[in-house]
């Protein structure tokens, strides 16, 4: 590829939690990390608070949402009194034409819809044009991609086609050195599930639940190693220390 | 003889798809080109024929309001008109259509559905919505099978099988079998990239009853209207007095410029075909106190030509900063490096380098007076927009 002259310079993605931020640093551009975890240990409010500071400093964010409808990802913004009304952003709802069977649904500036979870095709089409959107009518270079989350898409697709919809996915976002976080449940799939997914991923932030007490950990290239932390959540805020 | 529908294309196939032959669309990730197996049925729909809809991918309901945002209203074809319901067993829902796949995992069942429908639509057209995701439930060796198995179905009942195929990373020989052997025809439908996809287009890859025409369309999606050719805009832009103009001319098999005292103040505006690619060729003033118009071109420009003076360094850092306004919006260019034909004229690598661009980046040496390097340099841009 090349490369123009007065090329833009993206630092890297802070990940939106003070502690972490300290002590993780940034995930470089171009990176598509996994959130994984048991159920229960808020790996949405990783994704999401990810999400939110891509809004916050002014870069862009597509959050790509199997789970819930793009309504309610919105409203979890507001209940938690995170500001995102003037954000750059764009929802891709894969939930309300399926589980509402709402016909009537016309995509807005802010959400747009696929047709069902199963149509991989739609979902890239429209990250595709959003982050034309982005980079050509808005001119922002730096932008934040959340998947919540890939176990929903692989109740309805098996895993060889979700691979390689991830294999097309994972490689737009590095290409315009965006930055990707993929929720996936620990427990919901077959152990090679995740690891076929794996090798898709430069790295990987893994929660965990331990008789009660939760912790985490980031491992991405070019952060500095984090080791585990114990953390609390509670609604948007996530309280971190180190072990 | 039946129609794609698709501008232009039908033209390229020799008026259409003969009966009993198959066509298919094979679609890049990302680029949305679902419409068009959804326009060949409707076009035909409308002219009389039966049609048949495999749905695999979205619930019937919202398939037929997906048609009426396309401004193809498919409740007027009565029985002329009937989806396979390859979805609702996906999420495990019922149907009501006349053909459902209830268990999309068995291949067999699949092929019992399909093939009954084949023989049902006899003369008419089958469409298939989402290839891939049948593959993707069948396998695509077993997938491979009975796709061939109902080609020759389609063949024996005079039916012309349309396939939607979104090209996912499947195994080499896959991709290589879908393209190259078991489709009578096959239609690239790719999005034009850099970094960004920002434009889409349509060309034939293969086709076995006529003589394959080498041309790409560029295409926009139009709600409702469905898939509409456009021609491109090309922007050739540069320091003043670089030969912009002069380009422009050259390589345009029509062209008009509004010059004063022979420097431009208005545009350069030409019209060029060559090779199976047409675009429209804007030429900007060279004086800085047009900068405006050059950002209001760049957003809608699919690439730049950058002419500069081969003998004029001194005019170099005024390139970069009109290539840096272009290249703001990510397009692809070329850099013209124009007047070879004069003494001390700096030779393509020289003038990379001083310009500071990628070492990749193509300088291509010309004398747009003689015509000499304009089409190889329209030619590496295409190649750049199109992707190769
Ligand atoms: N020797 C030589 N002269 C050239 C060549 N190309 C253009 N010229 C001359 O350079 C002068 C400027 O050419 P134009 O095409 O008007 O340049 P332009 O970039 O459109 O100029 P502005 O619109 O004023 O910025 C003319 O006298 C051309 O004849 C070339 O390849 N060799
Ligand atoms: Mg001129």
């Known amino acids: ?243 | 003889m039946i129609e794609t529908g698709i501008p232009r294309l039908d033209d390229f196939l020799g008026g259409g798809i003969p009966t009993g032959k198959t066509l298919l669309y094979y679609i890049e990730p990302g680029v949305e080109g679902d419409v068009f197996g959804m326009q060949t049925l409707y076009h035909n729909l409308e002219k009389g024929y039966r049609g048949l809809f495999i749905t695999s991918t979205t619930a019937p309901e919202i398939l037929r309001e997906s048609f009426k945002e396309l401004g193809f209203d498919m409740s007027r074809f009565g029985d002329n008109f009937a989806i396979v319901d390859a979805y609702s067993g996906i999420i495990g829902s019922t149907s009501d259509e006349r053909y459902v796949i209830e268990d999309p995992s068995n291949p067999s069942h699949i092929d019992e559905v399909i093939s009954a429908a084949i023989e049902e639509f006899s003369g008419g057209t089958i469409t298939f919505g989402s290839l891939s995701t049948i593959i993707d439930m069948v396998g695509e060796e077993k997938a491979l099978e009975y796709i061939i198995k109902w080609n020759k179905y389609a063949l024996i009942y005079d039916t012309v099988g349309i396939y939607n195929f979104t090209a996912w990373p499947y195994s080499p020989e896959t991709l290589e079998k879908i393209k190259n052997e078991i489709f009578n025809a096959v239609i690239k439908v790719g999005g034009i990239s850099k970094r960004v996809v920002y434009g889409q287009y349509y060309g034939i890859l293969r086709v076995d009853w006529t003589e394959k025409v080498e041309k790409a369309i560029l295409f926009k999606l139009v709600r409702p209207g469905g898939i509409k050719a456009f021609i491109p805009k090309i922007l050739v832009t540069g320091p003043f007095n670089a030969g912009k103009s002069t380009f422009v001319h050259a390589l345009s098999t029509r062209a008009v410029s509004v010059d004063r005292l022979g420097t431009t103040v208005a545009l350069d505006h030409g019209y060029v075909e060559h090779k199976g690619f047409s675009a429209d060729i804007f030429g900007t003033p060279g004086q800085e106190r047009f900068d405006p118009i050059i950002k209001l071109l760049g957003g809608e420009a699919l690439g730049v030509f950058l002419i500069v003076d081969s003998t004029r360094p001194e005019d170099f850092p005024r390139a970069v900063k009109m290539l840096e306004m272009t290249s703001r919006f990510g397009l692809p260019y070329v850099i013209v490096a124009n007047k070879q034909d004069i003494k001390g004229a700096l030779s393509p690598e020289e003038i990379g380098k001083m310009l500071n661009v990628h070492e990749e980046a193509p300088v291509v040496p010309a004398v747009t007076t003689r015509k000499e390097g304009v089409f190889e340099a329209f030619e590496i841009l295409i190649d750049m927009v199109t992707g190769g």
Not at chain 1, 49 to 55: E, G, I, Q, S, T
Not at chain 1, 127 to 140: H, R
Not at chain 1, 218 to 237: D, L, Q, T
């Open chain 1, 1 to 243: 590829m090349l490369c123009l002259i007065g090329d833009w310079k993206i630092e890297g993605y802070s990940l939106g939690i003070d502690v972490l931020d300290q002590k993780v640093g940034k995930i470089p551009p171009g990176s598509n990390i996994m959130i994984v975890g048991p159920p229960m240990t808020g790996k949405s409010v990783l994704g999401r608070m990810f999400f939110y500071n891509r809004l916050k400093d002014g870069s862009a964010g597509i959050f790509v949402s199997t789970k819930d409808t793009g309504e309610k990802v919105i409203d979890w913004f507001k209940t938690n009194d995170l500001d995102i009304s003037r954000a750059k952003y764009g929802i891709i709802d894969c939930v309300s034409r399926t589980l509402q069977m709402d016909i009537n649904l016309q995509d807005t500036d802010r959400i747009r819809y696929v047709s069902s979870p199963v149509d991989l095709t739609g979902i890239s089409v429209k990250v595709n044009d959003l982050l034309e959107e982005f980079w050509k009518k808005e001119q922002i270079r730096s932008i934040g991609v959340v998947i919540e989350s890939l176990s929903a898409l692989l109740m309805y697709s098996n895993l060889q086609t979700v691979f390689r919809f991830l294999h097309v996915f994972s490689g737009r976002i590095r290409s315009v050195d965006a930055a990707g976080m993929y929720l996936i449940e620990e427990g919901m799939h077959d152990p090679r599930t995740q690891v076929t997914l794996k090798q898709l991923f430069q790295g990987v932030i893994e929660t965990k639940d331990e008789g009660g007490e939760k912790l985490l950990q980031v491992i991405a290239p070019g952060c500095k190693v984090s080791g585990w932390f114990r953390y609390n959540f509670e609604g948007a805020k996530i309280d971190l220390k180190e072990i």
